[in-house]
């Protein structure tokens, strides 16, 4: 009985396990709430001709965090904040354009180097729709320290399985994370999908319907053929045996 007032005490502190959980999303930011945030863009489309979308990205980025102080080398001006990058669509033929295969990913090896040496966080969406090879699709992967994949049923076959009914789409978990360990935390499972309600995002386990009653049935009927075989062989043989004896 030693954690019996464990609920009570975090209840008392203040903590809670739904912190970061739930988000919704019909509510919206008040502007002078933004305003107050430094905000910093990057656009490919404003890139020279003449110069490289990647590479002057990777410069921007260094900069920012330069002059935020964001580096873990460096002492901070102020009170301690965490930079995030957000870089969309990634490997569309807006960022492809001055580079092949090749110089994307060498910059996402960059951009992960970068973040590990800064107060920082990078989150980069790539439309897998638009890149047809899966190698290279894989290799990304590996250049992130976590991936994962969404798989709308919009469209597909999988939207009349009833199988799916209850869920908007499935959710891949490609990669996790693996910090300062041997091996990475393991999920209960990795069957999992969402759904996507007015005024939030859900992600849950994969809860398939039970078996359907013909599907048992079916099972049972095999078994009774099985044994009615089992059983004739045997009389078969007995037979035969009785015959060259």
Not at 198 to 219: G, M, V, W, Y
């Amino acid at each position: 009985m030693e954690f019996a007032g464990l609920a009570v005490l975090l209840l008392q502190s203040g903590f809670s396990n739904n912190f970061g959980h739930f988000y919704d999303l019909s509510k919206t930011m008040d502007q002078s709430r933004v305003d107050l945030v430094p905000v910093t863009t990057f656009s490919a489309s404003n890139v020279q001709s003449s110069g490289n979308s990647l590479n002057e990205l990777s410069e921007k980025v260094r900069e920012v965090i330069v002059a935020g102080s964001y580096s873990t080398s460096t002492t901070p001006l102020s009170e301690r904040n965490v930079l995030r990058i957000a870089i969309q669509s990634f490997g569309s033929p807006l960022w492809s354009k001055d580079g092949d295969a090749v110089a994307l990913a060498q910059f996402l090896h960059s951009l992960r180097a970068t973040v590990r040496g800064a107060y920082a966080t990078a989150v980069v969406t790539i439309p897998n729709h638009m890149l047809e090879d899966e190698v290279l699709m894989r290799r990304f992967e590996r250049l992130c320290d976590a991936a994962v994949s969404l798989e709308s049923f919009s469209g597909s076959h999988k939207e009349e399985n009833p199988l799916y009914q209850d869920y908007h789409g499935l959710f891949h978990i490609r990669k996790l994370p693996c910090f300062n360990c041997l091996v990475p935390h393991y999920p209960e499972t990795l069957e999992l999908g969402f759904k996507l309600y007015r005024k939030k995002f859900s992600i849950e386990k994969l809860h398939l319907p039970p078996e359907l009653s013909d599907t048992a049935n079916r099972a049972q009927e095999d078994t009774v053929k099985k044994s009615n075989t089992a059983a004739d062989q045997h009389s078969n043989t007995y037979s035969r045996y009785n015959i060259d004896f």
